[in-house]
Every structure is written in structure tokens, then in C-alpha cells.
């Protein structure tokens, strides 16, 4: 066969400019590029259906622009703008004469590819099933109106022109039936992702959602893909800071020193030492004992004293035991040991300087006895108490692990969040019941 | 196969099918009718406009289980349309439908319309209108009405089971199904008939001879 042109001519009634079919035997309108004039293609002679004054609207993707999606290569023929009185969307017709019609759907700046189906969807549990996948209601009864148009298609198009129309939706996916009263069509968008329908056709990559936008009913949250994919990470991370309390959370090298102090009588200080923190900082442990402190209190100030800069770290603890009978029976209160932190000491080494002062508690009576011989009150020797104070390298701060682990759930805690925003936003558009906790879940399942 | 001189313009026109009777002439657009003794002209078939269909006279393919190669062409329009319905020889002899439109085909085999019919093609039958998404039972099966409308024949070329004049005007009624089977009914003031079939892509056909569209690359179909 002779090579003949696919693309035909045909004078514009209305401009008189020579206007290109693309699609000659399926196109039964055609605006004109030039003046938007609507042409009537269906019968030999063209005839002019609509005069516009208005010139063709600027597109995003020019008619005639061809572009691959998906393995397949399209030319954008047509393009209309439709309203449901509440949002406006483009809708762009594709065109290859092997394989079809698609319809590129374009809104807020998000495009969706939609195919006409052949098998009309099933009804079951109040959803529509399409190859086993089933699709919510979310819109009941809109009317999409025409506002403008420019290109050819293949039914006569005419501004003003008006479906019924009801969509189903499923993350990513949008199932909508349009009907008049001669035709009943089922199209299946889906959303494309960014770089494909850039790669396609060039247009701008569709905006990020934040709080307080109007996401489409078929957008998928982006937060889903992101929670998932921080599961991993933050198992990982979990595990790590496990290895890292066991590891380096681990007290070394204890040393326990001991000293007796009398009860209500003079503070004693001790020295011991030396301690030594061979390099960086360390943390250290000091874990303090009054073993049989009884009816009573030791105070216990401990100062780590580096030898050579005089710098001083202080702890303190206060171990103390009470016990004694009641109506209820025995009773005893107060703990006999205290474990010390200090965190962060520098290189060095270091003097640990213990201040202990034990106190009796109870009235005179019990505690002073008259002293005939001394001819005075005095204090009935009270045991001594023995203090213990065992220092360790090392420390472990488990309030550290759980900022640390506190700090790793804060990024997917956020993203549940926002997530929830989305999904509100989006569900806010639902018509018929308010959306609930399963609507949530749905919007949580994979594209 | 057969070649009868075309009464009109006495070029040879080939029949490929013993069975049907109708063949456009290739030169003059006679309806050529083929009788017992040779042929007789039966008007002329208008011109077909331009379009740029995939298929053409002389693409093979497969089709309900067996071989086929389309013959002839019948191009129906609407008020607000066209489409082409493509008549393929089937390796057994018997003919089908290759419907297409929209950039949507349909393979149909005519069926006897019998009783007792559907409710819903009794109501047509009788003349009464369906509206779109009323749901029918055909043969046993689910269907349901997606487009009704009143077309009239535009053009038609190569071979054909009936004399296809234009300007002739049919009923047609689409129904479909949850499987993509379809179903198509089509009455003149004289009689009804039933088409029953499947939609199909171009790849389902693992089609041949295609037609070369310059500027646009023919898919490798297997």
C-alpha cells in the first residue's frame, strides 16, 4: 500500500486555519487549535457546531505532543475541562490507533491515567470488584459538566454537556461510572507517580501534600510508604541501642572501700584513691551501703576531686532505716543503699572524698542516759554504721535509652499523624457515612 | 472461490466466501449480488471515508478458537459517531463479527434468536426502549444494557452475508458483562437479530497484515 499520511486537513469554518484530524475515522469533533471553534466531523462536509471567541486555553501538555506511558506511545488529541460544581479537573484523550483510547486526567497538579473498561464491575458487600480487587463508594451523585474544550474526540462533545457520574475508590485507584440516558461506561483511573508522567510528557512534578490541602479521593497517603519503610530502620536502631546499653552500659573495674561512723556523733571525711579514668569521659558508679544503719540516717556526700586540676564532681545520697511495731504488727520504711551516678568524668585521676554523718532519731530519753561517775547527760553509744562505697567505671542510664528510643518512635509517630490528617482530609470529601477507623486501615493498605 | 464480471463496471469481482452473497466491487462500489447465474448490481455502496483503523481487508488472525482473515467491512454511524464492523472468515467457512469502536473491539457469532427470548429483547423486539443499566438475561447469563442507539449504515467494502445499501437504518443495542462478554441486538423494520461474543484487545488476536499507520509503530504481536 502507498504510504499515506495518518494526520488529515480540514479548513476551519469559522477561521478559515487549516486544522489537523489525528484520529480520521473515530473523530466526530474537532475544536479548532486556532479559534476553538467546535467542528462537526462526523459527515463529509465539516460544519461549524460553535463559534468561540475565546482562543484556545493555554495546556499544559500541547495537543499533538506524543509521549510514552507504561511501553506505550500516545498523542494527546483532546482535552476538556469538567466541573462536578465543586472541584474542576482536565481531562486529556490519548490517542494510538493499535491500542486505543486512555483518558489523562489531571488535578491539582496530579495526573491519573484512566482505561475504559469492557467488563462492567461486580457488586459484592457493598463494594465494586474489578479483577478481584474491590473499590469503596465515594462519590454518590455528582453531574461533571464540560466548561471548555479544544482537539478532537469521538462523541460530540459540547460544552455544557452533562453525566451522571458515581466513583469508587481504592489507594491509587479510582473507579467511576459515567451515565446519560443512551450510555453507561465504567473507566478505571490510576494515579501516576510523579516521574512517569513527567517522563512522558514534561509536565511539573504535582505538589507535596501538607495539613491543610485537599487530597484527591483516590491519593494514596504518602505517610504509608514512609511508616513502612521506617519499620526497619528503627527495628535496626532499637537493636542497636539494645547492644549499646549492654555493651558500654556495663560497670568495670569495682573497687569498695569502708569506714565505720558513729551515730549523732562527728561528720567523717575519707579519702580514697586513687580512682583512675584512663581516657575520654567516663561515667561512674558509686554505689553507697549502710548495712545496719537501724532507727536512723547516714548522710553521704561524695566528691570525686581530680589530683591534678582540683576539679571537683559531687553526688550525694541519704540511706536511711526505720522499723519498729504497731497495732498493725512490725513495720519498716527506708532503703540502706543508694546507687550514685556521675556522669561524664574527664581523663584523669581522681581523689574519691566521702563525707558521713550518721543521726539517731528519737528522743533524748532513748538516745542519752545520765552518766553518774561524769555526773552528765550522755549519749548511749549507739553501734556504729558501717559505710561501704563501691566505685565502678561505667554507668547505666536506662532514662538514656528511653529518651533515645523516644527520640527514634518520634519520626513515625509524626508520620501516623500526619498520615491521619491525610486521611481525614481526604475522607472529609466521602459522601454517604462518616468515615471510620476501617477507612483509616483501607487508606493504609499498599497502592 | 469464484470471479463473476461486476455488471457495472465488468471488472472481476472475486468471492472469497461460497456463502455470502454480497461483494463491493473494488473499482466502481457496486453492491454486486451474487445469483444462481452469474450476478446482478444492486445499487452502489457510498465511498468509506477516511479513517485510520488498525484492521484491514486481508488482516488474519485467531479468533474463538480458530483462524480467520476479515473480508468485508460494514461502517455504521450514529448522530454522534461511527464505527466498523469488520466481517471475518472463519477457517471453518462460518463468518463473525469483528466490532469496532471507540478503539474497542468486539468478536461476535451470530446466534438464533429463539424462544423464549429475554424480557428485555422481547420489549425490543416489540419496539419498546431500554435504558441504559437495566439489567438482561441472555442465553443463561447476566448482562447488562450499556448503550442504545438508532445507525444507519454509512459505507461498506469487500464481502458481506447481506446487501448493507446506505442509508440504512437499524436498532442496535450493546449489553456487557462482569467476564467482558457482550452482547449485541440489531433490528430493522424487517427482522431482529442477536450477536453473541467477547470483547477483545488487538493482542488476543495475535493479529496479522495489520495495517501500517505511518508515524506510528506496530506492536510485535506474538
Not at chain 2, 446482478?40 to 477516511?50: D, I, N, R
Request: glycine share 8%; charged share 20%.
Amino acid at each position: 500500500m502507498a504510504e499515506e499520511a495518518t494526520v488529515r486537513t480540514l479548513a476551519c469554518p469559522a477561521c478559515g486555519g487549516t486544522v489537523a484530524i489525528r484520529a480520521a475515522g473515530y473523530t466526530v469533533t474537532l475544536a479548532c487549535e486556532y479559534c476553538g471553534s467546535l467542528i462537526d466531523v462526523a459527515h463529509p462536509d465539516a460544519r461549524l457546531i460553535t463559534r468561540y471567541a475565546e482562543a484556545q486555553a493555554s495546556l499544559t501538555i500541547p495537543l499533538g505532543t506524543r509521549g510514552s506511558l507504561r511501553g506505550v506511545e500516545w498523542e494527546a488529541i483532546g482535552w476538556l475541562e469538567r466541573t462536578d460544581g465543586w472541584a474542576a479537573w482536565e481531562e486529556y484523550l490519548l490517542f494510538n490507533p493499535y491500542h486505543g483510547y486512555r483518558w489523562l486526567i489531571a488535578q491539582d497538579g496530579q495526573w491519573s491515567l484512566g482505561t475504559m473498561l469492557t467488563a462492567t464491575p461486580r457488586y459484592d458487600g457493598g463494594e465494586m470488584i474489578v479483577d478481584g480487587r474491590s473499590y469503596s463508594s465515594f462519590y454518590h451523585d455528582n453531574r461533571a459538566r464540560v466548561t471548555r474544550v479544544v482537539g478532537e474526540f469521538y462523541w460530540r462533545v459540547k460544552v455544557g454537556e452533562e453525566v451522571r457520574s458515581r466513583d469508587y475508590v481504592r489507594p491509587g485507584f479510582m473507579l467511576s461510572l459515567e451515565e446519560d440516558d443512551r450510555e453507561q461506561s465504567w473507566t478505571l483511573s490510576e494515579l501516576l507517580l510523579a516521574h512517569e508522567i513527567r517522563q512522558a510528557f514534561d509536565v511539573p512534578y504535582p505538589p507535596r501534600w501538607w495539613p491543610g490541602m485537599t487530597p484527591l479521593a483516590h491519593q494514596p497517603s504518602p505517610y504509608v510508604q514512609r511508616i513502612r519503610s521506617w519499620v526497619p530502620i528503627g527495628a535496626i536502631t532499637i537493636v542497636a541501642l539494645l547492644v549499646l546499653l549492654t555493651l558500654f552500659g556495663r560497670t568495670m573495674q569495682p573497687q569498695t572501700f569502708g569506714f565505720p561512723v558513729t551515730p549523732d556523733g562527728a561528720s567523717v571525711s575519707q579519702s580514697f584513691g586513687p580512682i583512675t579514668v584512663p581516657v575520654g569521659r567516663q561515667a561512674m558508679t558509686v554505689e553507697t551501703l549502710t548495712s545496719n544503719v537501724e532507727q536512723g540516717w547516714v548522710d553521704i556526700d561524695i566528691a570525686f576531686v581530680n589530683r591534678k586540676t582540683q576539679e571537683s564532681y559531687e553526688a550525694y545520697a541519704l540511706n536511711e532505716h526505720y522499723s519498729g511495731y504497731d497495732s498493725d504488727g512490725g513495720w519498716s520504711e527506708g532503703s540502706r543503699s543508694q546507687t550514685l551516678k556521675v556522669a561524664s568524668l574527664p581523663a584523669g585521676t581522681y581523689d574519691l572524698v566521702v563525707d558521713a554523718q550518721a543521726h539517731h532519731w528519737g528522743s533524748s530519753a532513748d538516745s542519752s542516759s545520765w552518766n553518774p561517775i561524769a555526773g552528765r547527760y550522755e549519749t548511749v553509744s549507739q553501734p556504729p554504721v558501717d559505710v561501704s562505697l563501691t566505685v565502678a567505671r561505667g554507668a547505666r542510664f536506662l532514662s538514656n535509652f528511653w529518651l533515645a528510643l523516644l527520640l527514634v518512635l518520634v519520626p513515625p509517630l509524626l508520620m501516623l499523624v500526619l498520615h491521619i490528617l491525610f486521611e481525614n482530609a481526604r475522607l472529609a470529601q466521602k459522601d454517604g457515612p462518616d468515615p471510620d477507623a476501617s477507612d483509616w486501615i483501607r487508606g493504609m493498605a499498599n497502592p | 472461490m469464484q470471479t463473476v464480471a461486476c455488471p457495472q463496471c465488468g471488472a472481476d469481482v472475486l468471492f472469497r466466501s461460497p456463502a455470502l452473497p454480497v461483494r463491493v466491487c473494488g473499482y466502481c462500489h457496486a453492491l454486486v449480488v451474487r445469483r444462481a447465474q452469474g450476478a446482478q448490481a444492486m445499487g452502489e455502496a457510498a465511498v468509506l471515508p477516511f479513517d485510520i483503523s488498525p484492521i484491514q481487508i486481508g488482516t488474519m488472525g485467531h479468533c474463538f478458537g480458530l483462524d480467520f482473515e476479515i473480508i468485508g467491512r460494514v461502517r455504521w454511524s450514529w448522530e454522534d459517531g461511527a464505527w466498523n464492523e469488520w466481517l471475518m472468515l472463519m477457517a471453518d467457512g462460518d463468518h463473525a463479527w469483528l466490532g469496532e469502536a471507540m478503539g474497542q473491539f468486539m468478536a461476535l457469532r451470530e446466534v438464533e434468536l429463539k424462544n423464549p427470548m429475554a424480557k428485555v429483547l422481547r420489549r425490543l423486539a416489540n419496539g419498546t426502549t431500554v435504558v441504559p443499566g437495566e439489567k438482561a438475561t441472555i442465553s443463561g447469563h447476566d448482562y447488562v444494557v450499556t448503550d442504545i442507539r438508532t445507525v444507519t449504515c454509512l459505507a461498506c467494502e469487500g464481502e458481506l452475508p447481506f446487501t448493507a445499501p446506505s442509508g440504512w437504518e437499524a436498532l442496535s443495542v450493546d449489553f456487557r458483562n462482569k467476564d467482558g462478554w457482550c452482547a449485541s441486538f440489531q433490528k430493522d423494520r424487517r427482522e431482529a437479530s442477536l450477536y453473541l461474543g467477547h470483547y477483545v484487545t488487538l493482542a488476543d488476536l495475535s493479529p496479522r497484515n495489520l495495517r501500517t499507520l505511518p508515524g506510528w509503530t506496530m506492536p510485535a504481536y506474538g
